[in-house]
């Protein structure tokens, strides 16, 4: 719909610039005559206020869409930053658990471990 509707725009203009009958042929519009083609009322009805005014929406709706593009690209940026961050934050935490753990003898190198106490039984 947005396709036929922008078709049709650019047509009008073009039929305003070189006043040249435009027709439809079935679901598409052509300059040349087809079999069954009708001719179409290309031109603007509108008058110079409302297509300044039209202009100046889209301008305005031009501004409006640069800056919210400028907002997703930064919001983007700090979410991979963030995203970065979080994953060198994960892989030094996960380096420095494989690294604590290790296991170091309480009374020197050459001590034998205690033998563990048996658990007392219960009558």
């Known amino acids: 719909m947005k396709r036929i509707a922008a078709l049709l725009l650019l047509l009008a203009a073009a039929a305003a610039a070189h006043a040249v009958p435009i027709y439809r042929c079935g679901s598409t519009y052509s300059q040349a005559p087809c079999p069954g083609g009708k001719v179409v009322d290309a031109t603007d009805a509108r008058t110079a206020a409302q297509q300044a005014e039209a202009r100046g929406v889209a301008a305005k709706e031009r501004r409006q869409l640069t800056e919210m593009e400028r907002a997703r690209k930064a919001r983007e940026a700090a979410s ?44």
């Open 80 to 123: 991979a930053a963030s995203a970065a961050a979080d994953a060198k934050a994960s892989a030094k935490a996960a380096k420095k658990k494989t690294t604590s753990h290790r296991i170091t003898p309480l009374h020197g190198p050459s001590a034998p471990a205690a033998p563990a106490k048996p658990a007392p039984t219960q009558k």
